[in-house]
């Protein structure tokens, strides 16, 4: 029994911690712009949409938002896309040198994004990419993870559902599409969720390659605020700008979010 | 299989891998390559390109900086992959029964998780300040009341803290769920023999844990091998280098001073140390398992 309430005190203890910070971000969100001081002002009043009128009139955080939208969706399409295309080749057709083309696809995982920003970086300049939308996405689709893991998911199909497709006279999309495509529903899912949420995050390679104040991210720009100095609860107000669609959406689908953070391993 | 068709399987798969393949070459081979390339030369944006040989490495060797940026991104992750990792079984264990709450409690864990380290680093800022809930509470414990972030002794600590709360949910799910498959035979056996708590912890459940732990290890080491988020939005490096890590050098060196060939040198160091960090916790911790 003593057991059971020591055990209950800790986890309340450490879920106020957890929760401490995301009460603080929207409490102090909804200040007055002035000196934050503690205790005082995590007192739910007084309430004032300062903060928020600042950062969706004068400041571009609409804009940032719509950044954010666009860099995530159209890289979710995109990976899913291409990555399903070669993970069902690598699963199930045979071709010269596919071996070590998956392989040294898989060797790519070993070295990390920091390592490589800059090339990338001087290849996206080069073809006049920098501050464009194209220039932030296109890199980012060569996901070796991605192709791994459909790779692994459609090798475990068996065969025959898509011989006997082809047998009927199916066109090879066609297979792709009417079976390859249901079948891995529950995979596009987790890696869609992970995928999205990586490039909501992601901050280093939007910092760099979104330099003008329209071209940034959601993360770049707050921390654009952060750095101008901007008052506090207009810097939170655009963090619970960022960070309600995110928390929305992982109470509706909490099962995707946790199954593709555990699958792929490394946050974005 | 007949030839023709043979050959169609053939067109199709590589039609299929094409698109991925040449998105690979020019996005992740072709910059590795080059990542090394370039650390041999002097290039600039806009300036020209000389092949200077080893001189950035020699450079680096006798860049005070670049040691501090090595030495604090080690004491970062000296600090933080254990404590996160500790963390993690602890909230493990205290949520691995399935009472009234336990979900509730896990989805709770999980949500820094999934939280924008921008976003975390703009709260944690405030966490940290003068005056704010870290120096007031230390304050009332009697201790001294000042900013970690302004001081070189303590910024790492408040950067360790953040991460150990970023991270400590999804080092949690995975044992969990390893937790989960162990037999509940073994541990009712040991309880009958009279096993305490904590022995039926340290003899039945953690040497089944290890595999999960040496995983969490390495993943975790790697993730605070390349900390920048942070840094970036609470210290921006400072005070005075003090939190000056690897990828924060590469930015600054790269994108603010624009020596993109000595930054790739910062690049493939770092490289070189994720490496030769893996390779040791392979052969310690991983034979074990």
């Not at chain 1, 057991?3 to 200040?31: D, E, H, N, Q």
């Not at chain 1, 199916?170 to 079976?179: A, D, G, L, Q």
Request: proline residues 5%.
């Amino acid at each position: 029994m003593a057991w059971r309430i020591g055990r209950g005190v800790l986890l309340f203890a450490a879920a106020v911690l957890t929760l401490f910070p995301f009460y603080s971000m929207v409490v102090l969100s909804l200040k007055p712009a002035g000196p934050m001081t503690f205790p005082g002002s995590l007192l739910p009043w007084p309430v004032s949409m300062d903060g928020f009128e600042q950062v969706l009139g004068a400041r571009s955080v609409l804009r940032w938002a719509f950044n954010t939208l666009v860099y995530a969706v159209v890289s979710v399409v995109g990976v899913l896309l291409l990555s399903s295309l070669a993970g069902y080749a690598f699963a199930k057709k045979h071709f010269p040198g596919k071996n070590t083309l998956f392989w040294s696809f898989v060797a790519m995982l070993m070295v990390p994004y920091h390592v490589t920003i800059i090339p990338v970086f001087v290849l996206v300049s080069k073809l006049n990419g920098v501050d464009t939308y194209w220039g932030m996405i296109v890199p980012t689709l060569a996901n070796a993870q991605a192709v791994f893991l459909m790779r692994q998911f459609i090798a475990g199909m068996p065969d025959e559902l898509f011989e006997a497709a082809r047998l009927d006279g199916c066109s090879e999309w066609r297979v792709y599409r009417s079976i390859v495509l249901p079948l891995i529903k529950p995979i596009l899912a987790t890696l869609g969720v992970f995928v999205f949420l990586w490039h909501w995050n992601d901050f280093l390679w939007p910092l760099v390659v979104g330099t003008s104040d329209d071209m940034r991210t959601l993360t770049t720009g707050i921390a654009s605020l952060q750095a101008e100095g901007v008052p506090l609860n207009v810097v939170l107000a655009g963090s619970v700008v960022a960070f309600v669609p995110i928390f929305m959406a992982y109470l509706v689908g909490q099962r995707f979010f946790k199954e593709g953070v555990t699958m792929s391993g490394i946050k974005g | 299989m007949s030839t023709s068709l043979r050959r169609q399987q053939a067109r199709t798969g590589l039609l299929f891998v094409l698109p991925c393949v040449v998105l690979f070459a020019a996005f992740r081979f072709g910059p590795a390559i080059a990542a090394a390339a370039l650390s041999l030369t002097d290039y600039t944006i806009g300036g020209g390109t000389n092949w200077i040989g080893l001189e950035n490495f020699r450079r680096l060797a006798g860049d005070p900086t670049f040691w501090t940026a090595v030495r604090v991104t080690i004491v970062f992750t000296v600090l933080s992959v254990p404590l996160s990792l500790l963390t993690s079984v602890g909230m493990a264990l205290l949520t691995r029964r399935t009472t009234i709450g336990t979900r509730f409690f896990r989805s709770v864990f999980f949500l820094p998780v999934v939280t924008s380290l921008v976003l975390a680093g703009v709260v944690f800022t405030w966490v940290f300040s003068d005056g704010g809930p870290w120096s007031s509470i230390l304050g009332a414990l009697g201790l001294p009341r000042q900013s970690w972030l302004a001081d070189s002794a303590l910024v790492i600590p408040a950067l360790v803290l953040v991460s150990v709360w970023s991270r400590f949910g999804y080092g949690m799910l995975i044992i969990l769920a390893r937790l989960q498959d162990l037999p509940a035979e073994l541990e009712e056996a040991a309880m009958t023999d009279g096993a305490n708590a904590w022995q039926r912890f340290r003899y039945i459940v953690l040497p089944q844990l290890r595999p999960v732990l040496f995983f969490l290890a390495v993943i975790e080491t790697t993730v605070s091998f390349q900390v920048f988020d942070t840094v970036y939005v609470m210290t921006g490096g400072g005070p005075v280098r003090a939190s000056y890590t690897l990828v924060y050098a590469l930015f600054d060196q790269g994108f603010r001073y624009f020596d993109l060939g000595y930054a790739s040198a910062i690049g493939v160091a770092l490289f070189v140390m994720t490496l030769v960090v893996a390779l040791i916790q392979r052969l310690t911790l991983g034979r074990e398992s």
